[in-house]
């Protein structure tokens, strides 16, 4: 039960219903999930090293396995979505349950504290089978680049929308990754936040391989 319900409806909001949408929660959603997963982790996966540990994080927090834990959540039937969104199918695309989901861990972390939140983390991941083995499942560009980045003892990527394109049913985001230690910047587009992430992430790769050759 929410002390604070506007932030729930608040969480449940996509942009195209409303200007007062969940967009800042699922930033905020989004770090106290990869903490709390990590955490998770870490106690569950004692004796695995850093590098087995992000990759098994970054295949937790992905976008398909929110959608599923979304769906769980019962999300689809009460997210609030445009109705040029409804007529597309908003309310069973992958991206925006997933960025829901988030938004609705960030809600619920200012509304009761990080504990709270990690408690439903911890309830919602209770059914999904995490072991060893899922170090193997292959990389995505953002996993990957991190990897990258910490096999060289060096920060990790900074990444931020620079523009989002199209009308509110239909937005592509600019996103941008940024290297602060290389100076290097690249962009990526996606139909999502998160999709164009792993589009500005996979041309840093590119630029990165590029320069490592001879």
Known sequence: MFSNPSLLERALTHRSFSSDHNER????????????VADLLYQRLS???????????????????????????????????????????????PSILADALEAVVGAVYLDAGFAAAQGLIQRLFHAVEINPTMEAIGKDPKTELQEWLQGR???????????????????????ECEISEFNLAERGIGGSRRAGEQAAAAAMLQTLKAKAKP
Do not use: C, W
């Open 25 to 36: 929660l699922e930033f905020l959603g989004d770090s106290v999930l990869n903490l709390a």
């Open 153 to 175: 003892r060096m920060k990790l990527p900074s990444y931020r929308v620079v523009s989002t394109l199209g009308v509110a049913h239909k937005q592509t985001f600019d996103v």
């Open 47 to 93: 004796d695995l090293p850093e590098g087995d540990l992000s990759r098994i994080r970054a295949n937790l927090v992905k976008q398909d396995t929110l959608h599923r834990l979304s769906a769980d959540l019962g999300l689809p039937a009460v997210i609030r979505l445009g109705e040029g969104e409804v007529r597309s199918g908003g309310q069973k695309r």
